[in-house]
C-alpha cells in the first residue's frame, strides 16, 4: 500500500511538513455531494485531508452527466454519498470516511458539526444549506460557501463571528426551515434571480421554464468546477494556515470575464441585488403587495420580451 | 442515452446551434501531464465529443496528488487508455483517437491542420512551444494551460496574437535550441518565480534546479486552470463569448486569480538575460551569475523559513 507521503510527494514543493500535516488531521462534513460538494471533496482528498463525513440521499440521474465529477455511465442510479466516498478511499486508502446516503435531520447534522473543521452545505435544497450554515455558526466551525449559476459563482468562507451567508445573498432572515422553504419558492422570491439572464447568461426560454418550476437550475461544467476549486482553496487556505483565506464579509463573485473579491455593502452590482431583495421583500410584507405583485408581473412580461428580443439578435434571426 | 439529455442543462446557456458547435469541435491534446487528462474529461463533460490524444505515460503515485484517472487501481496504466475510458464513460458516443506515442514534427503538422482547437500539454516546454508554433502557422487557436505550485497562466493564442515566446521572454531558438537552453542551470534560475509567486519551497527549487525533483504542483491550482482552460475553449468553440487572448490572460497567484497580462517585468528581464548571457562572452560569464544566483536564493531561503517560523501551529 502506498505510502502518504509518496501520495502527497508534490505538495511538499509548497507546504511545508507541518502545513501538510494539518490538512492530513482536518476533516469536513459535507452536505450534498453533487456538482460542487462531490467535486471539493475528490479534489480536497487529492490535497492529502483524511476526514470526510458525505451526506447525499440523492442518486446520480443522466443530467447530472455535464457537470458532476462521480457521474459516469456505470454511477448512474447509485448514490452519489457512497461513490464519492468509494472514490476517495481509491485515492487515499488511509482516508475515514463516513457515508450518510440518507436524508439527515438538521439535529443529526448539527451533532456531526461538532466533530469536524469545517463544513460545507452544498445540498440543491437552499433553505437546507443555509440552516446548516446557521448551525455551524452557532456550534463555532467555519464553514465554506459555494453558489454556482449558469457562467456565474459567489465562494467564500463563513467565519462563526464572521456575517451570515443570508447578508451575501440577500436572503431574508426568516427562522425556521419550513419558512425558509415556502419563500424561497415563491414566484416573487424567484424573480429576484433574473440578475441568472444578463449576468449568468441563462438563455430567457430556459429561465422562464426555471421560474414556471419546469426546468432545474442551468450550470456548466467549467464554472462548477472552478467555483468548486477556489473553494477547495480556500478551505486548504484555512486549514494550513499557509494563506490568508477569503472570508465573510469579503466574498469571490465570478464572471465569464472576471474573478474578484467583493465585500459585503461594497461598491457592486450584487449589492445593488442584495439591497433590492431585502427592501423588496420588506415592501411585500405591506398592504401594497397586491399592488406590487401586479407591477412585477408587468415587469416579467417586459424582461421576458426584451431578453427574447436580445437572444434573437444575438443568433442573427 | 442521447446527446441533449446528456447535456441537458448545458441549454440554460447555450443555444442547440451552439452546443452542436461544441459538438463537432474537433480537441488536439498532445501531451498527458495533470492538466491535459484532467482538462479532456472536463471537455467531455462540456459535451465536446470529437478528441485527438496522444501520451506516453503510465500513472504513478505521484500524480495521485491531482491527476483526474490517477486511482489506487489505475497506478502502472496508460493515460490515453484512461482517458480515453473515463470520455467514452461520460458520452459513448465521443469519438476518441490517438496514440500512445508523442507525434514527430511531420505528424504534429497533420494533426494540427485537423484539429479545431489545440492543446500542448506536454511538461516539456520547448515542445509545447512546438506545438504552439504549429498551431500559428496553420492559423488553429491554440490553449495554454499552465500551472506551477499556487501560479498558473491560462490564455489562448491565434495567428494574431503575440506568440508564447513574446509573452514569457523565451529566445526564438529552433526545438532542439530551446530544449538544450531549458535544461541549462541558468534558465532554471530565470523560473524563481515560482518561488516568489508559486510559492514553491526553497529546499524543492534547488533540487529541481538539480533535476533532482519534479515540477511542484497542487491539485486545486491545477483544477482551477484548468476549468478556466475549459471555459476558454466553450468560448472558443461556440464564439458566442470573446476568449481571453494573448497577452491577455488569467493569472493564478497564490490562491488569487485575475484576468490580467502577462507579466512584462518577466518577459523583459529574460530577454535582456538572453541578450547578455545567452551567447558568446556572455556565457564566460555565467559562474560569475551563480554567486548572484547563490546569494538570491539563500535570501529567499531565510525569508521563507522566517515566514514558515511565523505560521500558526493550529488551524
Redesign the interface.
Given at each position: 500500500m502506498?505510502h502518504y507521503h509518496?501520495?502527497?510527494?508534490?505538495?511538499?514543493?509548497?507546504?511545508?511538513p507541518?502545513?501538510q500535516e494539518?490538512i492530513r488531521a482536518?476533516g469536513i462534513l459535507i452536505v450534498g455531494c453533487g456538482g460542487i460538494g462531490g467535486t471539493v471533496a475528490v479534489?480536497l482528498a487529492?490535497?492529502?485531508m483524511e476526514k470526510f463525513i458525505l451526506v447525499d440521499f440523492d442518486v446520480y440521474g443522466?443530467?447530472n452527466?455535464?457537470?458532476q465529477i462521480g457521474?459516469?455511465?456505470?454511477t448512474l442510479g447509485r448514490n452519489k454519498a457512497e461513490v464519492i466516498g468509494e472514490?476517495i478511499c481509491?485515492?487515499?486508502?488511509e482516508a475515514q470516511v463516513e457515508v450518510f446516503p440518507e436524508l439527515l435531520s438538521h439535529e443529526k447534522i448539527a451533532e456531526l458539526i461538532e466533530r469536524v473543521?469545517v463544513v460545507f452545505p452544498a445540498a440543491d435544497d437552499l433553505a437546507f444549506s443555509i440552516v446548516v450554515f446557521r448551525d455551524a455558526q452557532r456550534l463555532g466551525k467555519p464553514s465554506l460557501m459555494v453558489v454556482p449559476s449558469?457562467?456565474w459563482a459567489n465562494v467564500t468562507i463563513l467565519m462563526p463571528d464572521g456575517p451570515p451567508v443570508e447578508e451575501i445573498e440577500g436572503v431574508p432572515k426568516l427562522g425556521s426551515y419550513e419558512e425558509l422553504k415556502t419563500m424561497l419558492s415563491t414566484r416573487k422570491y424567484r424573480y429576484g434571480t433574473y440578475f441568472y439572464v444578463p449576468v449568468a447568461?441563462?438563455?430567457i426560454d430556459?429561465?422562464r421554464s426555471?421560474i414556471e418550476e419546469t426546468?432545474?437550475?442551468?450550470?456548466?461544467?467549467?464554472?462548477v468546477?472552478?467555483c468548486?476549486?477556489?473553494g477547495?482553496?480556500?478551505v486548504?487556505?484555512?486549514?494550513?494556515?499557509?494563506?490568508k483565506p477569503v472570508s465573510s464579509p469579503r466574498y469571490w463573485n465570478i464572471t465569464?470575464?472576471?474573478?474578484?473579491i467583493n465585500r459585503i455593502n461594497g461598491l457592486s452590482l450584487q449589492t445593488l441585488l442584495v439591497w433590492q431583495r431585502k427592501v423588496m421583500w420588506l415592501l411585500f410584507q405591506t398592504p401594497l403587495a397586491p399592488l406590487l405583485e401586479q407591477a412585477q408581473n408587468l415587469w416579467w412580461k417586459l424582461f421576458c420580451a426584451w431578453y427574447s428580443y436580445r437572444?434573437r439578435k444575438?443568433?442573427g434571426g | 442515452?442521447n446527446y441533449h439529455?446528456?447535456?441537458?442543462?448545458?441549454?440554460?446557456?447555450?443555444?442547440e446551434?451552439e452546443q452542436d458547435r461544441i459538438r463537432r469541435t474537433r480537441i488536439l491534446i498532445v501531451g498527458d501531464s495533470g492538466t491535459g487528462e484532467t482538462l479532456s474529461v472536463?471537455l467531455a463533460?462540456?459535451?465536446f465529443e470529437r478528441f485527438t490524444l496522444f501520451g506516453e505515460r503510465t500513472y504513478t503515485?505521484?500524480d495521485?496528488?491531482?491527476q483526474i484517472g490517477?486511482?489506487?487501481?489505475t497506478?502502472g496504466t496508460p493515460k490515453i487508455v484512461q482517458m480515453e475510458k473515463?470520455i467514452r464513460?461520460?458520452?459513448?458516443a465521443a469519438e476518441v483517437s490517438g496514440s500512445q506515442h508523442l507525434p514527430g514534427e511531420a505528424q504534429l503538422d497533420a494533426l494540427v491542420q485537423d484539429a479545431d482547437l489545440v492543446i500542448p500539454a506536454v511538461e516539456d516546454l520547448s515542445y509545447s512551444i512546438l506545438i504552439f508554433r504549429c498551431a500559428k502557422k496553420h492559423a488553429k487557436p491554440a490553449l495554454l494551460c499552465m500551472p506551477s505550485?499556487?501560479m498558473g497562466w491560462v490564455s489562448v493564442f491565434t495567428k494574431d496574437t503575440p506568440t508564447i515566446e513574446d509573452v514569457f521572454g523565451i529566445p526564438p531558438l529552433s526545438y532542439k535550441g530551446l530544449r538544450r537552453m531549458m535544461h541549462t542551470r541558468e534558465y532554471r534560475c530565470a523560473q524563481y518565480t515560482f518561488i516568489t509567486s508559486?510559492?514553491?519551497?526553497v529546499p524543492?527549487?534547488w533540487d529541481?534546479f538539480l533535476d533532482k525533483?519534479?515540477?511542484?504542483?497542487?491539485?486545486?491550482?491545477e483544477?482551477?486552470a484548468?476549468?478556466?482552460a475549459?471555459?476558454e475553449a466553450?468560448?472558443v468553440a461556440t464564439h458566442?463569448?470573446n476568449p481571453t487572448l494573448a497577452p491577455k490572460c488569467?493569472y493564478l497567484r497564490?490562491?488569487r486569480?485575475?484576468?490580467s497580462h502577462f507579466s512584462l517585468f518577466v518577459k523583459y528581464h529574460r530577454k535582456l538575460g538572453w541578450l547578455i548571457f545567452g551567447q558568446g562572452v556572455g556565457k564566460a560569464m555565467h559562474k560569475l551569475t551563480h554567486l548572484f544566483w547563490g546569494s538570491f536564493f539563500r535570501i529567499l531561503r531565510s525569508w521563507q523559513t522566517r515566514k514558515?517560523q511565523k505560521?500558526?501551529?493550529?488551524?
Open positions: 502506498p509518496e501520495l502527497f510527494e508534490r505538495n511538499f514543493g509548497i507546504f511545508t507541518g502545513e494539518r482536518s479534489m487529492r490535497s492529502g443522466i443530467s452527466m455535464n457537470r457521474c459516469f455511465s456505470d472514490e481509491k485515492i487515499n486508502p473543521d449558469g457562467t447568461d441563462w438563455r430556459y429561465y426555471f426546468k432545474p437550475p442551468a450550470h456548466i461544467a467549467p464554472l468546477w472552478l468548486s476549486s477556489l477547495a482553496f480556500e486548504i487556505k484555512l486549514i494550513s494556515g499557509k494563506w465569464r470575464n472576471a474573478i474578484r437572444e444575438r443568433s | 442515452m439529455d446528456l447535456f441537458e442543462r448545458n441549454y440554460g446557456v447555450f443555444t446551434e472536463l463533460r462540456c459535451g503515485k505521484g495521485m496528488n491531482r490517477c486511482f489506487l487501481d497506478i473515463m464513460s461520460i458520452n459513448p505550485g499556487s508559486g510559492d514553491w519551497r524543492w527549487f529541481y525533483r519534479p515540477l511542484a504542483l497542487i491539485c486545486t491550482t483544477w482551477m484548468v476549468s478556466l475549459a471555459l466553450l468560448k458566442t463569448w488569467w497564490r490562491g486569480v485575475s484576468r514558515e505560521s500558526p501551529d493550529q488551524p
